[in-house]
């Protein structure tokens, strides 16, 4: 009895400290959140791209998502050789444990852009996602799925993969349990009741994780899976088409700053979680405005199909080509050519001359 009283107890001080997080948010987070809402309409009301389409940019993201977010951890493996590894040709020249760290972010990655809607986030999943994220790593075998026994950091690590300092302290051991306890129930019932921005829920769930680091080894990386999994069960849908993890990986940097300088407040009596928001939100708006972008004229190599691109792809290997020729040298069919001919007429992206048998065509 007395420890079903500590835990409610302790469960109202997290959804306290939380709730007070959100309570006032500065003019331009609101404005962020805005700009990433209106970029969000925008997808779903323009994203009818064609199946084929959506897999081969789903796919890429897959592979640009796994390098970019092991990477930031301290793994070598460049996108061309996550993709070689993902196609089961071997990599020698790194050490097991990167080759071993990528299949397993590959795999949960894309059972989470797969099964978004039946994953059900609570403290089994997280575990559970964990488990599978290191399900290849075999020196973390004995601890996968399981909430660290000894004490962490946070460091930030170079493009050599060396340790070049200390970002922050993370919650103890012994506090572990119960401040994950604390973080997965109160984001489950806010996003529930919607007391505020979905947005603004998953950003604190992912900088509290990153606080509490519950596990020896893989937190950032499985935060970034979980940042994907809540954020398309909120509406994001454009999640699976642009990589978030590149975003993180390409402002690394900035990353860490905002994660400190959020963090060293906490303790505080002057808790804010402004600057964490604010690159977390840039992140997403970044996201969204390249999704919109995908759905432009100006991407139309992403808009076509695979014998599409084929053809558009010759094109531009030629100085001019007639339908014939096209035909012949990539094995596409005729009509498909002359269907893909009309669209990049109509895109501007090629110009045809000539009349009859002799026309030709070129790009512009």
């Not at 959100?22 to 959140?33: G, K, R, S, V, W």
């Not at 919650?171 to 984001?187: A, D, F, G, H």
């Not at 009741?193 to 604190?204: A, D, E, M």
């Not at 900035?254 to 600057?275: D, G, N, V």
């Amino acid at each position: 009895m007395a420890d079903l009283i500590h835990s409610t107890r302790s469960a109202r001080s997290g959804q306290a400290r939380f709730d007070k997080r959100l309570e006032i948010i500065p003019a331009n987070i609101l404005t962020f959140i805005a700009s990433i809402d209106e970029l969000k309409g925008r997808w779903a009301a323009g994203a009818n791209l064609h199946p084929q389409i959506l897999g081969r940019l789903k796919q890429s993201v897959l592979i640009t998502s796994t390098g970019a977010s092991t990477r930031i951890e301290g793994a070598k493996l460049s996108d061309s050789e996550v993709e070689n590894l993902m196609r089961g040709i071997s990599v020698q020249k790194f050490k097991d444990r990167d080759s071993q760290e990528v299949k397993g972010y590959y795999e949960l990655l894309k059972n989470v852009f797969e099964s978004w809607q039946s994953i059900k986030l609570n403290e089994g999943t997280i575990k559970h996602f964990h488990r599978e994220m290191l399900k290849y790593v075999e020196k973390d075998s004995f601890h996968s799925g399981q909430y660290k026994v000894t004490e962490n950091k946070v460091q930030m690590v170079d493009a050599k993969g060396n340790i070049v300092g200390t970002i922050f302290a993370t919650t103890s051991v012994y506090l572990t349990p119960i401040k994950m306890q604390e973080l997965v129930e109160w984001t489950i019932e806010i996003l529930k009741n919607k007391k505020y921005h979905p947005v603004l829920v998953v950003s604190n769930f992912v900088v509290e994780f990153l606080k509490i680091h519950p596990f020896r080894n893989g937190n950032g990386r499985l935060s970034r899976i979980l940042t994907n999994l809540l954020l398309l069960q909120a509406g994001y849908l454009y999640m699976p088409y642009v990589s978030h993890e590149k975003l993180i990986e390409e402002n690394k940097q900035e990353y860490y700053m905002a994660l400190r300088k959020t963090q060293i407040t906490f303790e505080s009596q002057k808790a804010t979680i402004a600057p964490w928001l604010t690159f977390f939100l840039q992140v997403i708006l970044k996201q969204a405005q390249e999704a919109v972008n995908l759905l432009t004229n100006d991407n139309v190599e992403k808009t076509l199909s695979e014998k599409q691109l084929t053809v558009l792809e010759f094109l531009q290997k030629v100085n001019q080509a007639t339908p014939l020729e096209i035909t012949k040298k990539t094995k596409v069919a005729r009509p498909t050519v002359n269907q893909v001919l009309g669209k990049l007429l109509k895109l501007k992206k090629i110009e045809r001359f000539g009349m009859g048998r002799s026309t030709r065509y070129r790009i512009l």
